[in-house]
């Protein structure tokens, strides 16, 4: 089946952690997306890329990092510099402008 | 500017009464897209409307498009306890592909 894969589906990070969140489709897409949703707050834009080795920050990117070194993967690393990153992470794709997402499941971190 | 706002934020209603929640941008929007996230899960895609005054139908979901482009609703005739979740409208940001995404409006429907 075509969809996009997220894992772990639960994160736990320590102090002083950089830790990773895996995306990968097998959609052919060309435009991949990571998304934060806190409760009551709606998901909001981290980084966004629309080709391979090319990426774009959104609204809330300071702590995150990311890259495109593949077509079907766009990894999600939440680094030490996030003070707040207790939160449900959404990767998403889509193939251009103005055409639908595809979300995957989600990956939820916390901070032990 | 490129933000939504989605009113209500919550919706409690008995099985078989109707909901609707609106999505209002202060500029005119080219398209708007809605999506559901059931409890627990992720957002899936219901539609998109991209013209002026548009109204598409999936079976008891009713989609409006404002004739100046700058709101929109959902309307959900007689609700079923399948339709729990959280209802999202999103806009595309002028940079880009990417959506910019209103808070949602979770709905609750007690049997």
């Known amino acids: 089946d075509g969809g996009i894969t997220q894992s772990p589906k639960y994160l736990f990070r320590k102090e002083g952690q950089n830790v990773t969140l895996s995306c990968e489709q097998n959609?052919?897409?060309?435009?991949m997306y990571w998304y934060r949703q806190d409760p009551g707050q709606g998901l909001r834009l981290i980084y966004y890329?629309?080709?391979?080795?090319?990426?774009q920050k959104g609204d809330i990117a300071e702590g995150y990092s990311v890259s495109r070194e593949k077509k079907e993967s766009f990894p999600l690393t939440v680094t030490s510099a996030q003070k707040n990153p207790t939160a449900f992470y959404l990767c998403?794709?889509?193939?251009?402008?103005?055409?639908?997402?595809?979300f995957g499941s989600g990956t939820q971190l916390s901070v032990l | 500017g490129q933000q939504v706002m989605q009113i209500p934020q919550y919706q409690h209603v008995q099985e078989g009464e109707d909901f609707t929640t609106y999505c209002n941008s202060s500029?005119?929007?080219?398209?708007i897209q809605w999506y559901k996230q059931r409890p627990g899960g992720h957002p899936v895609f219901l539609i998109q409307?991209?013209?002026?005054?548009e109204v598409k139908k999936q079976k008891r979901l009713t989609f409006q498009f404002g004739e100046a482009k700058k709101n929109s609703s959902l309307h959900i005739t007689a609700t079923q306890t399948t339709d729990v979740g959280t209802y999202f409208c999103?806009?595309?940001?002028?940079?880009?592909?990417?959506?910019?995404f209103g808070k949602g409006t979770s709905l609750l429907v007690t049997p």
């Open positions: 500029t005119t929007l080219s398209n």
């Open positions: 959609l052919n897409h060309d435009a």
């Open positions: 998403a794709s889509n193939q251009g402008a103005r055409e639908k997402l595809f």
């Open positions: 890329s629309q080709i391979v080795n090319d990426f």
């Open positions: 409307l991209v013209k002026s005054g």
């Open positions: 999103a806009r595309g940001r002028h940079s880009g592909y990417a959506l910019n």
